[in-house]
């Protein structure tokens, strides 16, 4: 695999200060990935929709180490603090230090620095959407940014690739976040220029009809979850179903890229659904086993198949590794399908909470 690439060959200039905001997008996976092996590479290859709504803004304030330190034993550490929504968030720290670990071999400069980490969520606090896809994507791209101007010219194709690989190495759906509005993340035949080591955006002319998808999502449960993903996606190697579950996904990959180019919104639902379920069958059939729908997830299911029978709707639904439930549907059902979310569905959201989201279109740089 070719990671050489990515590491840093060109001679360094020297920035004392320098200062970065991005933000970035989370994402929804319609083809899941759930299974890894070392260092963070995915068992199938997986697609999902940028989101537009749902995001974070980082920014990283970057001091170079004075010359003693750096020629210390504080060198070989990785100096940074971190603050959350304004707070300091020691907690946080331990994930983006190990992120920082594996990172430093393709950015030797980080330890040259001190750097401050402010990062605010556009979704609400513990709201039971996954913030590492959007968290670390937003700092690899600050990194990125920093790269830049360190080196010489860097493409802002390089920039995405190498963002997005760095962010795989922090979380994996990551690498997903940081273009749009299709990204595809793993080795796959049918995507030319898939990789199992970054994101690349969906190749083909999407239809119409896919274009500004709504994904209206459901917070049915706001807690913590029982199970990380980190947990979950170890679970696959032991799991009876693993080599089937990869090889199912690689081909609905195949298949999807095809829906989306022809527009079936009837096979896009079919596939769709039947991706969120087998990601939780393989949660209910691990060892220990778990589940992590909760009862007003079945509900909602349930309701929305109920809507598409009755208004021949091009409704569906998908889930993430939680309880929360995405509903997605064409731009044009959006007035109606609204409406049919406060009245019949908000009920079975924690605090009649969701958020309305669209496909986006990635990374964008907040200039201050
Ligand atoms: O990126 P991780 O390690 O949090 O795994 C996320 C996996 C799913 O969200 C369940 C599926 C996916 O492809 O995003």
Known sequence: MNTEQFLVKSQL???DTASFTWQTPSNIALVKYWGKSNPQIPKNASISFTLNNCHTITTVDFVRKQHSKLDSESQKVVAFNLFFEGKQKDEFKPKIADFFDRIQAYCPYIIEYEMTINSENS??????????ASGLSAIAMCLMSLEKELSAELSTEFIHKKASFLARLGSGS??????????????????EGSSDLFGVQFPHKVHAVFENYQDVILLVDKGEKQVSST?????????????????QANENLGKMSKILQEGNTKDFINLVESEALTLHAM??????????????????????????AAENSAICFTLDAGANVHVLFPEREKKKVNKFIKKELSGYCDNNQYIYDSVGFGAKRILK
């Not at 990551?174 to 995507?191: D, F, N, T, Y």
């Not at 949660?283 to 598409?308: A, D, G, H, Q, V």
């Open 174 to 191: 990551a690498s997903r976040s940081i273009e749009g509005p299709l990204v595809v993340w793993g080795k796959h035949p049918e995507i």
């Open 283 to 308: 949660m209910m059939t691990s060892n220990p086993y778990f589940i992590l729908m909760k009862p007003n997830t079945l509900e909602i299911i349930n309701k929305i198949w109920e809507y598409r």
């Open 123 to 132: 979704f609400p606090h513990s709201s039971g959407i996954a913030s590492s």
């Open 231 to 247: 947990v979950g996606h170890k679970l696959m190697h032991e799991h009876p179903y693993a080599e089937n579950r990869f090889k």
């Open 13 to 15: 200039k020297k920035v």
